[in-house]
């Protein structure tokens, strides 16, 4: 199980005072995973010293992984992003996303990394095993990139563990992730997301079976009431809602076998090559205040670096 292998690479680390964990996506919807593990780090004071790096590899200004030409020149760019990453010297790299989580297998980092390195679509995997096992009635729609949804990952490792095609109902949500970086709660996101449901709701047939909604996307759980408000719309039966970025955020903490200090001393930045906008950073910055007013701020005086990463 994801969280097993998790828990395993966090406990390499359980003697040590001190720690650099670096979590990374392309875009800004990682930093709910990291808001998410600076509260927990504060709360379980597993290590004296912290240093931990949200690493934004979006990599072009007006172009992410979705807009490059093939999955050739993906797993090229992304390779590069890891390679930068590698420079700050973490002892643990966790991709916050399932676009990239798709493309590192296929990376020539991912056959020589020098620290661990976990991916969220294991959890996003086990969240939903775990919900279609315990519903044998349900479906389950996932929800998430064109680069998710066109690599099949999730598909074929549900099947893989032995639940049925006919149960997993697959809908891309083209350019979604953007608009809610821009504003969560924005007609456009209302639109588009009503748009996607709609199509989901088409693919299923039956509306009135149970349905979970996996955000196969961490930008995802900014809109998570109006995803809901669609799902209720366009669905008649239970409904229930599987965001794998909190499974992420907890899986290196448990209550037992980790040591806790008196103290804890965190520091925290956020990088990224490209330019933020003042309306994505001000947008994310408020969802993330209520779950860590540092991880927020952080974001609000993000280093700008044009060369994190070249490719």
């Known amino acids: 199980m994801a969280d097993c292998k998790a828990v395993n690479t966090m406990n390499t680390f359980a003697d040590r005072d001190n720690i650099s964990l670096l979590i990374t996506d392309s875009g800004l919807g990682g930093l709910s995973v990291t808001a998410d593990i600076f509260r927990n780090l504060n709360q379980y004071r597993n290590f ?5 790096t ?24 992304f390779n590069s992003a890891l390679i ?14 399932n676009t990239l989580s798709t493309i590192y297998s ?13 991916d969220i679509i294991d959890f996003g995997v086990a969240m939903i095993y775990r ?3 315990s519903k044998p009635k349900s479906r389950v729609i996932i929800l998430g990139t064109p680069t998710t949804i066109e690599s099949n990952t999730h598909k074929t490792r ?39 449901i709609c199509e989901a709701a088409q693919k299923a ?44 955020s907890a899986c290196l903490f448990s209550e037992k076998g980790q040591h806790s200090h008196s103290s804890i001393n965190i520091e925290l930045k956020v990088v990224s090559r490209i330019i933020l906008s003042d309306e ?4 994310i910055s408020k969802i993330l205040e209520p779950v860590s007013p540092e991880t927020s701020e952080a974001l609000k005086h993000y280093r700008h670096i044009p060369d994190l990463f070249t490719f």
């Open 48 to 52: 004296k010293n912290v240093e931990l």
């Open 54 to 77: 949200y690493f934004n590899s979006w990599p072009e200004q007006n172009r992410g992984y979705n807009l490059l030409p093939d999955m050739c020149e993906r797993i090229r760019v």
């Open 84 to 97: 930068g990453m590698e420079q700050l010297k973490p002892d643990l790299i966790m991709i916050a996303c």
């Open 106 to 118: 296929q990376t020539e980092f991912s056959s020589r990394a020098p620290m661990p390195v976990i």
């Open 131 to 133: 919900e279609l096992i």
């Open 158 to 196: 549900l099947i893989e563990r032995g639940i049925s095609t006919e149960r997993i109902i697959l809908q891309p949500c083209d350019k979604l992730a953007g608009e809610i970086e821009k504003n969560p709660g924005s007609e456009t996101v209302k639109e588009m997301t009503g748009q996607y």
């Open 205 to 248: 047939g039956d509306i009135t079976l149970p349905v979970s909604a996996a955000f196969c996307c961490t930008h995802y759980g900014y809109s998570h009431d109006i995803f809901m408000e669609n799902l209720n719309k366009f669905f008649t039966g239970p409904i229930s809602i599987l965001n794998p970025n909190k499974a992420m």
């Open 280 to 283: 994505k950073i001000a947008s």
